[in-house]
């Protein structure tokens, strides 16, 4: 079945560096939508990347489609406090959204 | 104010019983979905409905049933055959078919079951 990687399980972040997390997928996806959840909190949409090769940005959030539309990326920019939580990505195959396990962000001030 | 509500927020009951989580939505979205949350392992999908009446099944449906006699409204029933059911339970809702529109998730029920 499809399956959705994410890495790293865990990023320690210290303030103001830069970071990037990595969403794989053993099949082609349709799209792909990413999700932050805060600690205590719910998963909440932050975008969609629908073509091949897309790049968009959210302020100090670059997010990547792969050429083969296998896999994505998220890249954040000088990490803030307000950064913290889970981000997750969901790859959509065959009317299918798969999560992946998320990657868990923690920042040292 | 237009969102998605779960209730309660904790629940706890005891190995055999069965539990109904509720979820009710007024954004007027056709489709709903329950996911269950455990450390580690991200949001697997155990039941969605893409319309009123009509529901089907997830990736982990074994020991829930769910509902959808109303729009608004898709209750999650977790069975005493649900082998390990202490969890984090989220409901989501979304215009149209899963993965084509963004999904709104509700604020969750932490299950606990001893």
């Known amino acids: 079945g499809q399956q959705v990687m994410q890495i790293p399980q865990y990023q320690h972040v210290q303030e103001g560096e830069d970071f990037t997390t990595y969403c794989n997928s053993s099949?082609?996806?349709?799209?792909i939508q990413w999700y932050k959840q805060r600690p205590g909190g719910h998963p909440v949409f932050l975008i969609q990347?629908?073509?091949?090769?897309e790049v968009k940005k959210q302020k100090r959030l670059t997010f990547q489609f792969g050429e083969a539309k296998k896999n994505s990326s998220l890249h954040i920019t000088a990490t803030q406090t307000t950064d913290v939580g889970t981000y997750f990505c969901a790859g959509l195959n065959d009317y299918k959204l798969s999560f992946g396990a998320g990657t868990t962000v923690t920042v040292r001030a | 104010d237009g969102g998605i509500t779960q209730s309660p927020k904790y629940l706890f009951r005891k190995e055999g019983q069965n539990v109904t989580l509720s979820c009710e939505q007024n954004l007027n979205h056709d489709a709903m979905y329950w996911y269950r949350q455990d450390p580690g392992q991200g949001l697997r999908l155990i039941y969605y409905s893409q319309i009123v009446n009509d529901f089907q099944k997830g990736d982990i449906a074994e020991g829930y049933s769910v509902s959808r006699e109303k729009k608004e409204s898709f209750p999650l029933t977790v069975t005493s055959a649900q082998k390990n059911p202490t969890a984090f339970y989220l409901c989501?809702?979304?215009?149209?078919?899963?993965?084509?529109?963004?999904?709104?998730f509700g604020p969750g029920t932490r299950l606990t079951v001893t």
């Open positions: 990347l629908v073509k091949s090769g």
């Open positions: 099949t082609t996806l349709s799209n």
């Open positions: 989501a809702s979304s215009m149209g078919r899963g993965g084509t529109y963004e999904q709104y």
